[in-house]
Nanobody
Framework: QVQLVESGGGLVQSGGSLRLSCAAS????????VGWFRQAPGKEREFVGGINWSGGSTDYADSVKGRFTISRDNAKNTVYLQMNGLKPEDTAVYYC????????????????????WGQGTQVTVSS
């Protein structure tokens, strides 16, 4: 399986921006679909957005649509989550996850569809 490491989290004021990175190692990253998830204290892990193996297809949760953008650079084995217009309710630990693409080459939306996970990075948005 591919190994994933997130970075870029931190403390930001409401309305601010952050860019998270998910760096992969160990396998050919272009063979993997990637998802971003987040988990706030006392809440279930939720889907934030996903990107297919090539970067040609993305989708987002309604709560972040229009504010967050996922992109990938397979040459750098990295996926990015650009977060703009951050709100206090975006405060959570953010995780990236990857799943090897075999036959189905689209997006995956549920956490149990992913096989590799990063350690998470904390994002805190102050009001």
């Amino acid at each position: 399986q591919v190994q994933l490491v997130e970075s870029g989290g931190g403390l930001v004021q409401s309305g601010g921006s952050l860019r998270l990175s998910c760096a992969a190692s160990g396998r050919t990253f272009s063979n993997y679909a990637v998802g971003w998830f987040r988990q706030a204290p006392g809440k279930e892990r939720e889907f934030v957005g996903g990107i297919n193996w090539s970067g040609g297809s993305t989708d987002y949760a309604d709560s972040v649509k229009g504010r967050f953008t996922i992109s990938r650079d397979n040459a750098k084995n990295t996926v990015y989550l650009q977060m703009n217009g951050l709100k206090p309710e975006d405060t959570a630990v953010y995780y990236c996850a990857a799943r090897e693409v075999l036959v189905y080459r689209g997006l995956y939306y549920h956490w149990n569809q992913y096989h590799s996970w990063g350690q998470g990075t904390q994002v805190t948005v102050s009001s």
